[in-house]
């Protein structure tokens, strides 16, 4: 398995502990953060709204989007709304803000990620089927170049609905620090999957740092 493994209680308060200490520790006078979506995400932000309202400098740090659902931004599935209510409203600003925008396809995202020296951190989550960002299994975004740092993607099982843009993994390699968070029992097999070895997308991820921010329901 790649990476460290933390099995702590409150995986949101470690994690905004993680964020912050990367703001402290930032060698540049901004900040990046690509955010994620789902229910341990939405934990996630919130704590982090709360810990680092004094903590991080906001008009510091530039927000990205690891992926998202091509749907309307204001849609309960929208990730870009999901930050929105569970971090922005809650800190007020950012020092700039980037959702993705499905209708412009993957290409002026794609500009905005190469443009970055490195992220400094890239938060992802794991799903019941081993996938993380829009990274499904069997689907074409795992395969993509190189050179390629964000896609169009789709769950070729239909277990995930919705049209998604994506980071690959090459994007998510930019990152100085990956933080992988997983919550509960219905990812217990797929983490234990991970653990032995298996290839799942999530598994595949590569970084200078990748941290795993496990409960004790998800590790078992």
Known sequence: MFGDVEVVDDVPGRFAARVIDAFI?????????AVSGGGTARRCYRRLAEEG???IDWWAV??????????????EASNQRLVREALLERIGA????????????????????????????VHLGMGPDGHTASLFPGSPALE???G??????????????HRRMTFTFSAIARARLVLITVEGEDKQEAFARVRAGEDLPVARVRAPQVVWLVDPAAAG
């Open 53 to 55: 309202a004094e903590a």
């Open 25 to 33: 520790d930032r060698s540049d006078a901004t900040f990046s953060l």
């Open 62 to 75: 530039d927000l990205f989007w690891g992926d998202e659902r091509c749907v309307d931004p204001n849609s």
């Open 94 to 121: 950012a020092n700039e803000v980037h959702p993705m925008r499905c209708d412009e396809g993957p290409e002026p995202y794609q500009l905005k990620i190469s443009a970055l020296p490195a992220i400094d951190v």
């Open 144 to 146: 993509a170049d190189a």
């Open 148 to 161: 390629r740092l964000v896609v169009m993607n789709e769950d070729p099982s239909g277990s995930n609905p």
